[in-house]
Every structure is written in C-alpha cells, then in structure tokens.
C-alpha cells in the first residue's frame, strides 16, 4: 500500500491523502474548532450559564493557510485566537504557549519550521509540557490541549517523529520534499473520529476525505516519502556541508557587506534555508533579484496589492522593518553542489554592484518572491 510508505511517520492508518497542505491545515483546524465549540455550547446549556467559545493558540509566523483559516473561523464566531510572539531569533518560547493556555483551550498549532527564515521551533518541549499540562486538565474533568504542528518545511530536511515531537496531527506536503504537489494529514488514531470531512460525495479516503483519489500523484507522494525515509541522513549531510561552504563563499565576497538574517550555525534553523539581506539601502530585496540573471530565489513574501513590502514574518521574527525590505531567502537542495553555489554567488554579486554603482535607475517594482505555497 502506497500509504504505508508514510508509516515511519505512524501507523498507516492514521494517515489521510488530501490536496494540499493547505487543505490539510485547514481541516485539522477546522476540524478541532467545530467539534470543541459543539461541546462547550452542549455544556453551556447543561450548565445554564453563557456559552463560551474555544481558545486557538498560534504563533505569529505561521503559514496564510494556519492564521487566515483561524481568522475565518473566528469571523464566524466559532474560536478566539491568541498569537504568541516569537522572539528576536524567530523562535517562540513554549513557557508563554503554556503560559496562555486557560480552561478554553482546544488547540495549539505550531509550525515546525518556518519557510521563509528557516527557524525550528521547539514541538518535541512543547509537545512535552502539554502532555504534562493534560494530565493535569483531564484530572480535573478540563478538556485535554490538542498539538498541531504543519511540517511541510522541515519534511525531508531534518527528521520528523510525531512520536518524538508529541503531537497529534502533522501537516505535510510533497512539492516540499521532491514529490508531487500533494499532501497528507497525520492524526492519531483515537482522534480520527474527531476528522469531519470538509467535502461531501463518494465514501473515498475511509470516508474522512471524499473525492476521487489524485492517484498518480499519491502514488508519487509515497514514493518521495520512502526516499525521505531511506535518505535523510545522507541529504541532510550534503545540506550542512554545501550550506557551510554557501556562508563561506557569502562571507569571502561579501564581507560585512552582508548579514544572515538567522544563525547557520546552530540545530535551530534548518540546513537548507538562509535569509540574508545586503547592508547597502540601495540593494533592496527584490532589486537584487530582479538583476540576478541566473538566480531563482525569494524575497519571503509579497503583499497582496502587489506593492513592495517587507514580510511581516520577517518583521515576527525580529528584523527592523529595513531589513525585512532587503531580505531574500536562499534555499539549497539535496543534489546543489558546489559549482552551483559559485554561480549563486557571482551572480549576487553582480546584481549588488549594478545597483550600488546605478542608484537612481531603481527607484519603484514589485517583489520577486510571492512567498511559498502549501
């Protein structure tokens, strides 16, 4: 069975085929929301008193498919949302995520790795200290803190354990590790039940997911899965060595004429993915892409009326407004080699000299980047 190839994830059973991994992310949200707020208007009327509604709780650089799926249930008077910050190094601290959880908590979604800066946050700690905050609730007859965490980005880059990482649904997406643009909800399997299908039809997918099966690219996500599983080690090893030399050459061409947004030398950001930006005022973001003949890179993400901006992800994870306007987002892959790092950077480099050396031809443009898609 082609779901068994997600397996090493958890049980093939308690994985589900889908669209996309925005459509994952917004079931699994919508999913707990509605099943949370038909159990607190149930007890409001048990109890007589006024109904309350349930309690999200979301970092502030989460994917469009996590905080706008949110805004849409909270619209709708179904949820209250709560974002927490993240920090100046763009992680969150999981001591505030448990800080702000009240007796209406139905949800925390974290992502594991954000796409447009690279930086883990801490799932398994956090995964940890609510199964340690359930106990507690379910002693007191409370409602458990279900965990998600959308792991699109670090899929096939770092490994991913939702045993390890405790929690109890994952996002993933192929296009993000090689395969087809499709993607695949785990939940646990004593939540299954909870999984409400968003389409109604056909009894596909064991009735969770109707609507005939994408079989060609399942078939193609399963196998980009089985490769993950029987070559993470070897990639994630040639993505730290060409991302070191990627600093390295950056560093040598650069100098202080440049800064990494986000540490390369540390477990917290993930080994293929560097947000940079150039020192110089003239050498905005999307400028330097649009005068790098050869590059293909982002500058995070654009605003939606198309004008230049800078990315409020970006600005989330702790860079001034400026700094966020000169970013771009580098990203190396399983096979980049060195030679091509070389052309990377000799392109740069000559993007950064034509617009240092003719300022008064860039004056207005739109954003390069249009973020990512899940």
């Not at 993470?232 to 800064?259: C, H, P």
């Not at 293929?272 to 005068?291: A, E, M, W």
Request: include cysteine.
């Amino acid at each position: 069975m082609i779901r068994t190839a997600l397996s090493f994830l958890s049980s093939y059973t308690e994985i589900i085929f889908c669209s996309s991994g925005t459509e994952a992310n917004n079931w699994i949200l919508e999913s707990v929301v509605n099943d949370a707020y038909a159990s607190m208007q149930r007890t409001s009327l048990q109890s007589d008193g006024p109904p309350s509604l349930p309690h999200v709780l979301i970092s502030d650089v989460e994917h469009d498919a996590v905080t706008k799926k949110l805004d849409d249930l909270s619209r709708k008077g179904l949820c209250v949302v709560r974002k927490i910050s993240a920090s100046w190094d763009g992680m969150i601290d999981g001591g505030d995520v448990i800080e702000h959880c009240r007796d209406g908590t139905c949800l925390v979604s974290v992502m594991l790795a954000n796409n447009e800066t690279g930086v883990m946050q801490p799932i398994a700690d956090l995964g940890k200290a609510l199964t340690v905050l359930n106990l507690s609730r379910i002693e007191k007859g409370k409602r458990p803190i279900l965990f998600h965490t959308d792991a699109s980005q670090a899929f096939g880059k770092v490994s991913v354990d939702v045993k390890a990482l405790h929690v109890d649904f994952l996002t993933v997406t192929g296009h993000k590790f090689y395969g087809p643009r499709c993607g695949a909800v785990f939940c646990r399997k004593d939540l299954l039940g909870l999984m409400k299908p968003i389409f109604f039809g056909g009894g596909q997918e064991r009735n969770y997911r109707p609507g005939t099966e994408n079989t060609v690219d399942i078939v193609g996500l399963g196998k980009a899965a089985e490769l993950v599983h029987l070559h993470l080690e070897e990639w994630r090893i040639n993505l730290v060595r060409i991302g070191q030399y990627l600093a390295e050459r950056m560093q040598k061409t650069f100098g202080d004429t440049f800064v990494f947004n986000f540490s390369v030398k540390t477990d917290s950001v993930l080994p293929n993915t560097f947000s940079v930006h150039f020192i110089d005022p003239r050498c905005k973001g999307y400028l330097v892409l649009q005068h790098a003949a050869r590059t293909e890179a982002s500058t995070g993400a654009a605003c939606h009326s198309g004008k230049n901006c800078a990315s409020s992800i970006l600005i989330n994870s702790g860079l001034t407004k400026t700094a966020a306007e000169k970013s771009i987002r580098l990203s190396v892959g399983k096979d980049t080699t060195k030679e091509e790092i070389d052309i990377l950077v000799a392109d740069l480099a000559k993007s950064v000299r034509h617009l240092t050396e003719n300022p008064d031809q860039h004056t207005t443009g739109t954003l390069a980047g249009q973020g990512d898609g899940l």
